[in-house]
């Protein structure tokens, strides 16, 4: 037999011919049950059926026929010949494998003989834990590949540098990629850049052991363009053998309706439902922001209450549909008269607030010029369902240059300072002194 045709064969085939060879016998196999038996299986089956069945006993972990016509082995060559066989497993177990050895020609096996017939039956039986362990193995590898293909999430497998080295087909759906697409790339590569420091800090602790698993939301580039918040559950892999971390599994869904929903949610409790300005929580969450900063910086900072004139007439002549109309009508006007980081919020009823972003220097002058800003945005009326309504604006502004960085002292001289400009005759601006 060539090399070639030894690496050919199966490692039962190549037990087999071991076999022949060692005992000098026609035919050697190995037989299962429920196998269709051949060759030397079908001349052993008589003996096996018959251990099974408890009539015979192992004799020195074997057994032996010799000196004897078998029933399917030696019928038509009239003369006695060998049908011997090892079942494979615990006698107890009553050999669901047997390693079956056949030949025509008279013969005996010798003690030796009997103990290298045992030998090979343990050497296959390793071959079929082995091929059981396989197969096994496969059964589970096919498993946990339906489970990633078919999971709604996407599952990922990365080195500890965070080289994806296999990534699921639910990729298509979570980012618009083919599965080899990804493969080979980091997930830095297109992540959102406001998330990108959080999520590398989460993978470098990772890598580094020091955490062993981790939740993070951050977005990703989908192919289209857009991006797409997903929730990622991040675990560190080890090596069976040394224990040393060497890679990381991951668990990826779209969590984009939730991030919406939870957007949704928080702009409902941060802001007037009429107007869409500010209410009054975020407007002091933001005054306390501006403190701290101008405490950091030495910055100042100016806030204007606002209150509107002949509002109450509006309600009661054209009634609150037109009242609405005009307050968020006001709340447009305030805003195109500010800065993007400046706050108008509105704080109840027709009362406004304004809450200007802290400058290094903002004095008296420059927020006498925002009141008179402010108060020109009403010049024109507003129309009301074809009825051009007249409303004015009083305001009270208190400076942090005046009156300190405290809110509740800035805000109680803003009201004060109003209430001055109402009782002045209306449509005027007083800065607290």
Not at 299 to 311: E, K
Request: negative net charge; proline residues 3%; charged residues 30%.
């Amino acid at each position: 037999m060539s090399d070639h045709e030894a690496l050919s064969l199966s490692p039962f085939e190549a037990l087999c011919r071991t076999a022949k060879a060692l005992f000098g016998v026609a035919d050697a196999t190995v037989h299962r049950d429920g196998a269709t038996p051949a060759g030397a299986a079908r001349a052993c089956l008589p003996l096996i059926e018959r251990w099974q069945r408890g009539d015979v006993d192992l004799d020195a972990g074997c057994l032996v026929v010799e000196d004897a016509a078998t029933e399917a082995w030696l019928a038509g060559h009239g003369s006695s010949g060998l049908v011997a066989c090892a079942p494979i497993g615990a006698e107890d177990d009553r050999g669901a494998v047997a390693l079956c050895l056949a030949d025509p020609r008279p013969r005996r096996l010798t003690a030796e003989d009997r103990a290298r017939l045992v030998e090979l039956a343990s050497l296959a039986a390793a071959l079929v834990e082995a091929e059981a362990r396989a197969v096994a193995a496969r059964q589970q590898a096919d498993f946990f590949r339906m489970i990633a293909e078919h999971s709604t999430d996407t599952l990922v497998r990365g080195t500890l540098d965070g080289v994806r080295l296999y990534i699921s087909p639910g990729v298509r759906t979570l980012l618009g990629y083919e599965p080899e697409e990804m493969t080979g790339r980091r997930a830095l590569e297109i992540t959102h850049p406001d998330d990108a420091e959080t999520f590398a800090r989460v993978m470098a602790d990772i890598r580094a052991g020091r955490i062993e698993h981790a939740t993070t939301e951050h977005r990703q580039r989908h192919r289209d363009g857009r991006w797409v918040w997903m929730e990622a559950h991040i675990r560190l892999t080890r090596d069976g053998a040394s224990g040393q971390p060497d890679g990381y599994v991951v668990s990826v869904r779209d969590v984009s309706h939730r991030k919406a929903t939870e957007a949704r949610l928080e702009h409902a409790a941060l802001h007037d439902p009429l107007t869409g300005l500010a209410n009054r929580t975020l407007f002091r969450d933001r005054l306390h922001l501006e403190i701290a900063r101008c405490r950091r910086t030495g910055a100042h900072f100016a806030l204007f209450w606002l209150d509107l004139d002949r509002f109450k007439e509006v309600n009661d002549r054209l009634g609150h549909e037109a009242g609405d109309t005009v307050l968020k009508t006001v709340a447009e006007r305030l805003k195109a008269a500010v800065r993007d980081e400046d706050t108008v919020a509105r704080i109840g009823g027709d009362e406004f607030v304004v809450l200007r972003a802290a400058r290094e220097s903002e004095g008296a002058p420059a927020a006498a010029a925002l009141a008179a800003r402010l108060a020109a945005t009403l010049d024109e009326p507003v129309d009301c369902a074809g009825v051009p309504v007249r409303i004015g604006l009083s305001v009270g502004v208190s400076l942090t240059e005046v009156e300190g960085l405290e809110a509740d002292r800035l805000l109680r001289a803003a009201d004060r300072a109003l209430y001055r400009a109402k009782d002045g005759g209306r449509g005027r601006a007083i800065i607290a002194r």
